[in-house]
């Protein structure tokens, strides 16, 4: 008898939700290899373009504390600063 064999589609889904409007503001999808933070830098770079000159608050999981992402952020709150 044969087997069955299910393929599945799989991606990696990052987004960045307001809380008070209760509505997402980005939304990036990747494939299942593509680097976590390198979506969410996506999202922040298109949030800031949204928001430009208003100040916001983002939240993460515990999986982001990657130092390659601190430096990024650092980066960000500095150029909003010199602003």
Do not use: T
Request: glycine share 2%; net charge negative.
């Amino acid at each position: 008898m044969a087997k069955m064999v299910i393929n599945m589609v799989r991606a990696l889904i990052s987004c960045m939700f307001d809380v008070f409007n209760h509505l997402f503001l980005n939304l990036q999808i990747g494939s299942i290899k593509a680097s976590e933070s390198e979506l969410v830098k996506q999202n922040i770079d298109a949030v800031k373009e949204m928001f430009y000159n208003i100040p916001f608050i983002i939240v993460f999981d515990r999986g982001y504390p990657l130092i390659e992402f601190i430096h990024f952020l650092e980066k960000i709150i500095l150029s909003i600063c010199s602003d």
